[in-house]
């Protein structure tokens, strides 16, 4: 059987290489490493300009990851930024934001991670608290820390115990999203993953940075999702979700 096709989010951002410097394309290697190491095949997703782009993109795939990066632009969720907010990626914004309605609207599964997760809640209503401490290990260094699951949950069920993890974030989630319930935690009590029980696939955010780490069953559950949706749904480009859902614009 062929290997689920999940596409992965990327940054555009002034780059170097060789002779050159220019706005480039990028993403992380280790995001593409951990979908292949579950099982999938990785796609990477430039941003686009339109609502048809996003549609037909998802249409493509089996599965969807959205990145993490930088900071969501508090307008995006009725806030005034903090002085401790970096400075918006609109661009990057818009883009997966239309992913996200995309795949939610055609039931392709749905893995945020860190700013995926944020931008998912935001997405569906849901604010941002915009600074926190102690998650992180110093600029530019991961951390980590235990996050101990809600059972019952869909993360619950791909990792069962507390498990140590790879983070490096700022801002998490403050009010959640329509449908959203938190399905993690860390010590402090910020919501370290969340999901959409109920809906037709996989739609989960988790805060933390697994392609930095070796456990692989964040990746495994969507790669799993994306490989039975599959095998039950070809690929169209027509296809439609049976319940669409009312995201926030």
Known sequence: MSRPVIGISTYQDPARWGVWEMPAVLLPAAYPRLVRAAGGLAVLLPPDDARDAARDTVAALDGLVIAGGADVEPARYGAVADSRTGPPARERDAWELELIRA?????????????????????????????????TGGTGVFGSHPVTPVPGTAYA?????????????????DRLGSGLVA??????????????????????????????????????????????????????????SRAPRTLVS
């Open 157 to 173: 069920d791909a990792v069962p115990e507390t498990a140590v993890v790879p983070a490096y974030h700022h801002q998490a989630v």
């Open 103 to 135: 795949a939610i609207d055609r039931e392709v599964p749905l893995l945020g991670i860190c700013r995926g997760m944020q931008l998912l809640n935001v997405a569906l209503g849901g604010t941002l608290i915009q600074h926190l401490d102690d998650h």
């Open 183 to 240: 399905s993690a935690h860390a010590p402090d009590g910020t919501v370290e993953a969340l999901e959409l029980p109920g809906h037709g696939s996989l739609v989960l955010g988790v805060q933390w940075h697994p392609e930095m780490g070796e456990d692989t069953r964040v990746m495994a559950a969507l790669v799993g999702a994306a490989g039975e949706r599959a095998a039950l749904s070809p690929r169209t480009p027509d296809r439609r």
